[in-house]
Every structure is written in structure tokens, then in C-alpha cells.
């Protein structure tokens, strides 16, 4: 079956630090791939996407390569803010599944000025 | 405000009652979507509807959850004879179809809460 694996939190980085969270999956044949990010009394928002090997997400700053060898989908960004300040979830699709989605159990960051 | 909203966003009630979710999507979505998300995880599919027919359904569905989607617009999400372990946010999303400026994003409401005492 489908899984995702990410790493555990709290992150806590000082603002402008580096970020990286790790997500590798588990799936059957080739699966989409996503990064959602909840902000503090708000619902999922999807952060970005990739759809096929090799391909690279991004947005507002954060990126992550989807790297079929390595099974892995980590998000990175160069210069975390305090307002990025939320709990990541890396969720995976697999073709013809309508939109159902597995989700990893979320990374939370916290970042102090 | 034209996201995906929930209603309560917040129920209580003691073990044994019956609980019921409203979902309304973003308008001109026709899939709907149901997951639960309990403490310290990620959100777990639980059913889906495309416009008014229930398409598939998880395991975790248990008998005394049913979901309906009566004329393609709004849903419900109902749990009967609530238990301990129904304590969860239960999240409500909607996507169109690709196509017609739709890019297949799935749109989150914020959630309904329940803590069942």
C-alpha cells in the first residue's frame, strides 16, 4: 500500500536559517507528489507539487525534487521567516485514485526571530 | 468568502450520541471529500463523492459513520452512537475538474472538531 514518512518535529530554526524536512514515500507505480502546509487556525493549503520524476516544486520560496531513485520528496527553502511558522504535511496520489490522497503525520516548524 | 466551509468547527458530546458535519464546497466543485485527523497524525481519506454519488469509502468508515451528498452541493457527514475514538478534526475538501481554469487542486475547509467526553 501507500505510505509517507516524514520527519518528526518541532523544528525550531532561528529566522533565516536554512530548512529542510525530509519526506520519503512508499507507492505503486508513479504517484504525484505534494507538500501542504497548515497555518495556525487555518485549513490545508497545498504548498506545491510535483507530478513526475525529476520534476521540482515551488513556491513562495520552497522547493522539493521529486527523486524517484531516492524515493524522496524533502522541502527545502534558503531563508525561513516567522510567518512560516506552520505543520507540514508531504502527501502522495496515485494514478486514477481521484484525488485521494496518503499523508505523512506532519512536521511542525517553528521559527524564532 | 467562497472556500470550502464546515460547520460546527467545534462539537462535544458525551459517548453514545449522534454528531452531524455539514460541508459546503467551493461552488462549482463536483468532487467532495471527507477525511479525519486525529492528534499528532496526518489527514486520513475516509470518503468521496463526485457530484450526488458516494464513489468510495474507506475501511475506517465504520457502520455508524454515513455521509451523504443529497443534490451535489453540500454534504454531511454523520456519526451515530459516538465513541471515544471518534474524537478527531474531521476535514472537508473540494476539487473540479481539470479544465475551465481548474488545475485538480484539492481546497481544505478548516475543520470540524469533536471531542467525545
Known amino acids: 500500500g501507500n505510505s509517507v514518512t516524514q520527519m518528526e518535529g518541532p523544528v525550531t530554526l532561528s529566522e533565516e536559517a536554512f530548512l529542510t524536512i525530509n519526506c520519503t514515500y512508499t507507492a505503486t507505480g508513479y504517484p504525484s507528489l505534494f507538500w501542504y502546509v497548515q497555518y495556525p487556525g487555518e485549513g490545508l493549503q497545498l504548498l506545491l507539487k510535483?507530478?513526475?520524476?525529476?520534476d521540482k516544486g515551488s513556491n513562495k520560496g520552497f522547493e522539493a525534487t521529486y527523486r524517484k531513485e531516492t524515493t524522496s520528496f524533502h522541502l527545502e527553502k534558503g531563508s525561513v521567516q516567522v510567518s512560516d511558522s506552520a505543520v507540514y504535511f508531504c502527501a502522495l496520489k496515485n494514478t486514477g485514485t481521484a484525488s485521494k490522497l496518503t499523508f505523512g503525520t506532519g512536521t511542525r516548524l517553528q521559527v524564532t526571530l | 468568502d467562497t472556500g470550502v466551509s464546515q460547520d460546527p468547527r467545534h462539537k462535544i458530546t458525551k459517548r453514545g450520541q449522534n454528531v452531524t458535519f455539514r460541508c459546503d464546497p467551493i461552488s462549482e466543485h463536483n468532487r467532495l471529500y471527507w477525511y479525519r485527523q486525529t492528534l499528532g497524525q496526518g489527514p486520513e481519506f475516509l470518503t468521496y463523492?463526485?457530484?450526488?454519488?458516494?464513489?468510495?469509502k474507506s475501511r475506517l468508515l465504520s457502520d455508524r459513520f454515513s455521509a451523504e451528498r443529497p443534490k451535489g452541493s453540500f454534504s454531511t457527514l454523520e456519526i451515530q452512537r459516538t465513541e471515544q475514538g471518534d474524537s478527531a478534526m474531521y476535514l472537508c475538501?473540494?476539487?473540479?475538474?481539470?479544465?475551465?481554469?481548474?488545475?485538480?487542486?484539492?481546497?481544505f475547509g478548516e475543520g470540524s472538531r469533536l471531542t467525545v467526553l
Open positions: 475538501a473540494s476539487r473540479g475538474d481539470r479544465g475551465s481554469g481548474n488545475t485538480g487542486e484539492l481546497f
Open positions: 463523492f463526485q457530484n450526488e454519488a458516494q464513489l468510495e
Open positions: 510535483a507530478t513526475k520524476a525529476d
